[in-house]
């Protein structure tokens, strides 16, 4: 059986949690991290059902920089990082 590696994001959104794939730009939520991560599994499976009934999956996968001569199909993802930025005065200033 084939496999897609996906990266997932996970956000705090108010008192919900998204959780977001950013190769294929789906994303669900939930209000727990375990629920955000099924719904998300979920939203991804019947997006590439979807695609795959319309015939634009391989197309989709390969723009998402899939290599599809794979078995498994590693995440084209090469770095998610956290990073950090001083804020301007004027706009820290804002947030007092």
Same mark, same amino acid.
């Given at each position: &059986?084939? @496999? #897609?590696?996906?990266?997932?994001?996970l956000?705090? =959104?108010? *008192? &919900?949690? %998204? /959780?977001?794939?950013?190769?294929?730009? %789906?994303?669900?939520?939930?209000?727990? %991290?375990? *629920? /955000?991560? +099924? +719904?998300?599994?979920?939203?991804?499976?019947l997006?590439? =059902?979807?695609?795959? @009934?319309m015939?634009?999956? @391989?197309?989709?996968? #390969? *723009?998402?920089?899939?290599d #599809?001569?794979k078995?498994?199909?590693?995440?084209?993802?090469?770095?998610? *990082?956290?990073? =950090? &930025?001083? #804020? =301007?005065?004027?706009? /820290?200033?804002?947030? /007092?």
């Open positions: &059986m084939r @496999k #897609l590696i996906f990266t997932e994001q956000i705090r =959104e108010g *008192e &919900m949690i %998204v /959780a977001y794939c950013p190769e294929l730009d %789906v994303s669900s939520c939930g209000y727990t %991290v375990p *629920e /955000a991560r +099924n +719904n998300l599994q979920t939203a991804l499976r997006f590439l =059902e979807e695609a795959s @009934k015939g634009t999956l @391989k197309d989709i996968l #390969l *723009e998402a920089g899939y #599809l001569s078995e498994t199909l590693p995440s084209p993802t090469i770095s998610i *990082e956290t990073q =950090e &930025m001083p #804020l =301007e005065r004027k706009i /820290a200033q804002c947030l /007092a």
